[in-house]
């Protein structure tokens, strides 16, 4: 869903650097909110990511979703001088975690 103010990135596959879909601002070398699909690795890292594009921010990262508390996990960008900041692609974060839980509310219009 690439757009001027928000980037979606939600797939079961592994992914890579191109932003193929010229996502305005992201890069084609870092991961970060322009990735792309890899989907001849399905399942494969899996790559749940909802950015704020306009501010180059990462809102909520769930990444690698087969490797357990040694998956990507983070809200916001990971620290400055980190290999992918954008993200948290290959961060291993959430094994720094003592416990985590994701809760996804949704609003119904009516």
């Known amino acids: ?11 079961d596959c592994n992914y890579n650097q191109q932003n193929v879909a010229k996502v305005p601002g992201a890069s084609d070398t870092a991961y970060g909110f322009g ?11 899996g ?3 909802i950015h704020n594009t306009a501010e180059k921010q990462t809102v909520i990262a769930y990444n690698h979703w087969s490797a357990g508390k040694a998956c990507d996990l ?7 001088g980190r290999k992918n900041s954008l ?8 094994a720094k975690l003592q416990s985590a839980r994701l809760l996804v509310f ?5």
């Open 106 to 110: 949704v609003q119904v219009e009516e």
């Open 74 to 80: 983070g809200i916001g960008n990971q620290p400055e």
């Open 87 to 94: 993200d948290w692609t290959f961060s291993r974060s959430g």
């Open 1 to 11: 869903m690439p757009s001027s103010k928000a980037n979606i990135e939600f797939w």
């Open 47 to 49: 790559c749940m990511q």
């Open 35 to 45: 990735d792309s699909q890899s989907a001849s690795v399905s399942p494969g890292y």
